[in-house]
């Protein structure tokens, strides 16, 4: 598989940097090859009795992510744990060694980033 010039960026197709971006995280960056192509590199590495680790982001999922949206907008949804949602305990204004602001409003609620995109 021949690799184009393709700094700072993964195998998973990704819009930003460090796939903090992604949204379908099944699809190959194109920089990388055809979901083909990765089947063969995996076979061919299997059978040379290696095994390949994907490094993948999950944890950094955009506001446009269907995971997201569900949860934002669903507080029965399934992927609403997968996020940190304020509670009433919650004080959305004390500042961070993150950063000035990590709380941000979706529709009734808030949730908790590190940077909102």
């Known amino acids: ?21 992604e949204t379908n995280y099944y699809k190959i960056d194109p920089d990388y090859g055809t979901e083909k192509d990765f089947q063969n590199f995996l076979g061919k590495t299997h059978k040379m009795g ?3 680790i994907l490094d993948m ?10 995971w997201f949206i569900e949860a934002s907008t669903n507080k029965n949804s399934k ?26 409003k979706k529709g009734d609620s808030y949730y908790y980033a590190l940077s909102k995109n």
């Not at 982001?57 to 269907?66: D, F, L, R």
């Not at 992927?79 to 709380?103: C, E, V």
Request: some cysteine.
């Open 1 to 21: 598989m021949e690799l184009k010039n393709s700094k700072n960026k993964g195998i998973i197709q990704c819009k930003q940097y460090h796939l903090k971006g």
């Open 50 to 52: 290696f095994k390949v």
């Open 57 to 66: 982001m999950m944890n950094h999922t955009p506001s446009q992510h269907p």
């Open 79 to 104: 992927y609403r744990n997968y996020y940190i949602w304020a509670d009433s305990k919650t004080n959305i204004n004390q500042l961070s060694a993150f950063g000035p602001r990590q709380w941000y």
